[in-house]
């Protein structure tokens, strides 16, 4: 089920992106986040750590020289680092810690880059919007 989902998650994106010129945080993260798509907190985890991970870009570049590769590779990173921290905090501040996890290690980091790129608003409404289309598709095809 999830195979099947996720195929169409990426066909839904590259055509959003070839209409809108806009990207949903990346080719592939709608396709992992439709995976989750019955796990809001998850998705809403994800959306979080990668806009730390954006706040620790900005304060960053301050004082480094991050962009084009090195900036791919810094929201990465920071995103996956984030997201170790996460993993071992959260079972010691929530008891509730399944429903508090983050969607894939290097998706908080995609969303970022994307964050910096187009703004904050921009990824995050073409986000929705894709994973919206998505949750309907599933509805339809009933997958």
């Not at 209409?19 to 985890?45: H, K």
């Not at 590779?73 to 920071?78: K, N, R, S, T």
């Amino acid at each position: 089920m999830e195979y099947e989902i996720s195929f169409i998650g990426l066909l839904i994106a590259l055509i959003f992106i070839s209409v809108t010129g806009v990207y949903p945080g990346g080719i592939i993260v709608p396709c992992y986040l439709s995976i989750f798509i019955y796990q809001p907190l998850r998705i809403a985890v994800t959306l979080v750590i990668a806009l730390l991970t954006f706040i620790c870009f900005r304060v960053a570049s301050n004082y480094l020289i991050i962009f084009g590769k090195r900036r791919f590779v810094f929201m990465v990173l920071v995103g996956g680092c984030i997201t170790f921290l996460w993993l071992h905090l959260s079972p010691s501040l929530l008891p509730v810690t399944q429903e508090f996890r983050t969607i894939g290690w290097v998706i908080p980091g995609l969303i970022a880059n994307h964050f910096e790129k187009q703004g904050i608003l921009i990824t995050s409404g073409s986000l929705i919007t894709v994973l919206v289309v998505i949750f309907f598709i599933r509805l339809f095809l009933n997958i």
